[in-house]
């Protein structure tokens, strides 16, 4: 069996797919790759499903040694990615041979890559997935130094493209599309959220980016008439507003239900895009 020996896990390394669909009203999050268009991109590139099983990476950090002849791809943003301490570049089909060691470094701007090899990775399922959800606890635990990965042998055809072109260079502000969200007008004033200019804060992970308004005098505040709300259902890409004024765009690993008001929804997009922002980075909403 195809194998690759974990050296080092960086930040946080875990197994990721297209998350479990069709749970929430069990309370079990959708979960799964937190930029799902990479995740499908890097199963592109070797010729698996798109919800293939693949490891996403935080912040680099991530090496491993092949323990048979392995073809793989990273995706994500723009990183380096070493063979053997080599350059070999993201984005392209990659071969490694039994022994050789591949490292995937920091990105420059971003945060997750996606490491795919042909064939997906063989891990354990809950309740059909084999993504880690850093909410529930549900699937695997993160990867460790010294976990060994095997790989399936679940690839289809070989794919026409054997790299393709990587994001566009990261911009000095990023614009995430939201459409009005079901408590819109639980604001005082909803708009708001498209004047102010946010920054990323560092309480951020997996289940959702906390935005700063940098000033208390422009953060969203409550219709000061607003009853206490009672929980309810909220959707990936939400952006729920605490009393606080601090909205927090929801991610993968997010809560099925909560109390505040979501007042905007970020596009499919736009929820890949928060994926990879890091805290300081600054974020403007755009309807």
Do not use: C, K
């Not at 930029?35 to 010729?47: F, Y």
């Not at 041979?97 to 997750?112: D, M, T």
């Not at 990867?143 to 060994?148: E, H, N, P, V």
């Not at 935005?211 to 990936?236: C, F, I, K, Y």
């Amino acid at each position: 069996m195809r194998r690759l020996t974990v050296l080092s896990a960086g930040p946080l390394a875990t197994f990721q797919d297209l998350g479990r669909p069709g749970y929430a009203h069990l309370g079990v999050p959708l979960s799964g790759a937190a930029d799902r268009g990479a995740l499908r991109q890097a199963n592109r590139l070797v010729g698996n499903a798109e919800s293939a099983v693949a490891v996403e990476t935080t912040l680099g950090g991530w090496s491993a040694r092949a323990e048979g002849f392995t073809v793989l791809a990273v995706t994500g943003p723009a990183t380096t990615v070493l063979i053997d301490g080599r350059g070999a570049g993201s984005h392209a089909v990659l071969g490694l041979r039994p022994g050789q060691v591949i490292e995937v470094l920091a990105p420059p701007r971003g945060l997750r890559n996606y490491i795919a090899v042909r064939g997906g990775f063989a891990a354990p399922r809950t309740l059909g997935s084999a993504s880690t959800d850093t909410l529930s606890g549900l699937g695997p635990p993160p990867l460790r130094a010294g976990d060994l990965l095997a790989v399936a042998s679940e690839a289809g055809g070989w794919p026409v493209q054997t790299f393709v072109p990587g994001p566009p260079p990261a911009p000095a502000v990023y614009e995430l599309q939201v459409r009005r969200g079901p408590r819109f007008d639980d604001l005082a004033d909803p708009r708001v959220l498209t004047r102010v200019r946010w920054t990323v804060n560092p309480a951020s992970n997996r289940i959702g980016v906390r935005l700063d308004a940098g000033g208390s005098d422009t953060a969203p505040r409550h219709r000061p008439d607003l009853p206490e709300q009672s929980s309810e259902g909220v959707p990936l890409g939400a952006v729920q507003v605490p009393p606080s004024g601090q909205p927090v765009l929801f991610l993968a690993d997010h809560p099925v239900t909560g109390g505040y008001p979501v007042a905007a929804v970020l596009t499919s997009q736009a929820v890949d895009r928060a994926a990879q922002l890091v805290p300081g980075d600054t974020v403007r909403l755009r309807f």
